[in-house]
């Protein structure tokens, strides 16, 4: 079993930046892949951005492509989304995940593992 833990949400001015981590433990050394998912309001979840555990190959999704950067510390079983030039419509719950399988980009399913979430909320 793998548990990851989402934190660094908030409340920030619309071109303000926020740094999201994402803390794994349990089986750590089973995970390939993580990503970084978001869902607003009556809306789908949707792809952010995801990142190879051990080779590092990004992929971030095109609206967020140039402001939003993902990154990784191994040593530290963590994941980031720097996130730049914030707009309203980047506000949602931002949901980390990992998966065993073998795969890319916004290849993720249910069954995989799932954090609770951390809120970003922007101003205009």
């Known amino acids: 079993q793998v548990q990851l833990v989402e934190s660094g949400g908030g409340l920030v001015q619309a071109g303000g930046s926020l740094r999201l981590s994402c803390v794994a433990s349990?089986?750590?050394?089973?995970?390939?892949?993580m990503a970084w998912f978001r869902q607003a309001p009556g809306k789908e979840r949707k792809f952010v951005a995801a990142i190879l555990r051990l080779m590092g190959s990004t992929y971030v999704e095109d609206s967020v492509q140039g402001r939003f950067t993902i990154s990784k510390n191994i040593a530290k079983e963590t994941i980031y989304l720097q996130m730049n030039a914030l707009k309203p419509d980047d506000a949602a719950m931002y949901y980390c995940?990992?998966?065993?399988?073998?795969?890319?980009?916004?290849?993720?399913?249910?069954?995989?593992?799932w954090g609770q979430g951390t809120q970003v909320t922007v101003s205009s």
């Open positions: 349990g089986r750590t050394r089973d995970i390939n892949r």
């Open positions: 995940a990992a998966s065993t399988r073998p795969g890319r980009g916004s290849d993720y399913r249910n069954d995989d593992y």
